[in-house]
Every structure is written in structure tokens, then in C-alpha cells.
């Protein structure tokens, strides 16, 4: 191989460029926001030429919304998907936040391009539809008087915390947690 055919750290280019990039990607847009990054810095902690980023990403518009599409593409399967806990225990498991985990991706990437017809805007909006949709389903299952409004109030919870967790720089879920749970069992009659 020659020099030519080698990218920066000797890395042959091309190989991987595009996972290279959205990984830096979620790293920068993660610790320094989407609009502090420039495709500059992406493309050098990525190790690829901005061409390469081009041709992979024909915007860095189009490179944010793949970034969101990537983040969780099924809906915290972690918390809705689990079999070991009944459906009132998945509802309260949705505010086992990590202290680690920075503000929602999809609350910073609306907050940040002030553009609803954007398509990371786009898809922020279909992801918090579809967290409030799977509460909505998971309230249904624990059988709740009223599902869909305690899907809208612990949605609506989740987001309110992870935005003061940020702005705080305070752990705020366990708080939120102890609301859910109020919240979920005045909406779910005991048995």
C-alpha cells in the first residue's frame, strides 16, 4: 500500500469512514452541542477528509438526523422490552436514567437548530411521540384507568427531568421517579 492510499494514523481510507463519523459525530454533538461542531473538527476526529464526508453525508443536516436515527432506533428496548418486570415496574424503570447520561439528544437537537421543517427536528419530534406511544401502550398493559394521559404525564416528566438534570448540573430522575410513582398508582387501580 502506498502513502498515498493511507489516511492520517496510516489507516487505509475509506474503511469504516462512515461509522468513523458518526461516532465522532455522537461524541462531539454530545460534548459541545450540534452547533459548536464544525464538519472542520468532525472530519479530524473522524480521521476522514471532509470530501469523504461529503460523499458520505451530503449535509451535516443529514448527518445530525442519521446521528438522532442511530441513538436508540427502537425506543428504550432496555426499559420496554424487558420480560423480567410487569408492566407497572417498565413504567417506572423508564426513570433509571444514568447520572452519566447527558441531556436527551433529541431535547438538544430541537432546542439547537430552532428550525421545526429541519430533519433531526423531524425526528426528535417522531421519537418523543413514540417514547409517550410505548407509556401510552406500557399503562395500557398495567391497566390503567386513563392510559394515554399517564403515558403524556410520564413522558412529559421524563423530558422535564432530563432538561433540569442539564440545566442544574443536579440529578434530577430520582425525583421524577418518586412523581411517577405517585402518578402511576393513582392511574392504576390496585388489584
Same mark, same amino acid.
Given at each position: 500500500?502506498?502513502?498515498?492510499? *493511507?489516511?492520517?494514523?496510516?489507516?487505509?481510507?475509506?474503511?469504516?469512514?462512515?461509522?468513523?463519523?458518526?461516532?465522532?459525530?455522537?461524541?462531539?454533538?454530545?460534548?459541545?452541542?450540534?452547533?459548536?461542531?464544525?464538519?472542520?473538527?468532525?472530519?479530524?476526529?473522524?480521521?476522514?477528509? *471532509?470530501?469523504? +464526508? $461529503?460523499?458520505?453525508?451530503?449535509?451535516?443536516?443529514?448527518?445530525?438526523?442519521? $446521528?438522532?436515527?442511530?441513538?436508540?432506533?427502537?425506543?428504550?428496548?432496555?426499559?420496554?422490552?424487558?420480560?423480567?418486570?410487569?408492566?407497572?415496574?417498565?413504567?417506572?424503570?423508564?426513570? /433509571?436514567?444514568? +447520572?452519566?447520561?447527558?441531556?436527551?439528544?433529541?431535547?438538544?437537537?430541537?432546542?439547537?437548530?430552532?428550525?421545526?421543517?429541519?430533519?433531526?427536528?423531524? $425526528?426528535?419530534?417522531? $421519537? *418523543?411521540?413514540?417514547?409517550?406511544?410505548?407509556?401510552?401502550?406500557?399503562?395500557?398493559?398495567?391497566?390503567?384507568?386513563?392510559? /394515554? %394521559?399517564?403515558?403524556? %404525564?410520564? +413522558?412529559?416528566?421524563?423530558?422535564? +427531568?432530563?432538561?433540569?438534570?442539564?440545566?442544574?448540573?443536579?440529578?434530577?430522575?430520582?425525583?421524577?421517579?418518586?412523581?411517577?410513582?405517585?402518578?402511576?398508582?393513582?392511574?392504576?387501580?390496585?388489584?
Amino acid at each position: 500500500m502506498t502513502e498515498l492510499e *493511507k489516511g492520517p494514523l496510516g489507516r487505509r481510507r475509506g474503511r469504516g469512514a462512515r461509522e468513523r463519523i458518526l461516532s465522532a459525530s455522537q461524541q462531539l454533538f454530545r460534548d459541545q452541542g450540534i452547533n459548536r461542531t464544525g464538519m472542520d473538527q468532525l472530519c479530524a476526529v473522524a480521521q476522514v477528509s *471532509k470530501r469523504t +464526508a $461529503y460523499q458520505h453525508f451530503t449535509s451535516k443536516d443529514e448527518l445530525v438526523a442519521e $446521528y438522532l436515527r442511530r441513538f436508540d432506533p427502537d425506543v428504550m428496548p432496555g426499559v420496554f422490552d424487558r420480560t423480567d418486570l410487569a408492566p407497572r415496574e417498565r413504567l417506572l424503570a423508564a426513570f /433509571e436514567i444514568p +447520572a452519566s447520561m447527558p441531556l436527551c439528544p433529541y431535547i438538544a437537537a430541537a432546542v439547537e437548530l430552532h428550525d421545526p421543517e429541519h430533519p433531526a427536528s423531524q $425526528y426528535a419530534r417522531d $421519537y *418523543k411521540t413514540a417514547i409517550a406511544a410505548r407509556l401510552t401502550e406500557t399503562a395500557r398493559e398495567a391497566g390503567a384507568t386513563n392510559p /394515554e %394521559q399517564l403515558g403524556e %404525564q410520564l +413522558a412529559l416528566l421524563i423530558d422535564g +427531568a432530563s432538561a433540569r438534570t442539564r440545566v442544574l448540573n443536579t440529578e434530577s430522575f430520582p425525583t421524577a421517579a418518586a412523581i411517577a410513582t405517585v402518578l402511576i398508582d393513582n392511574a392504576i387501580p390496585a388489584s
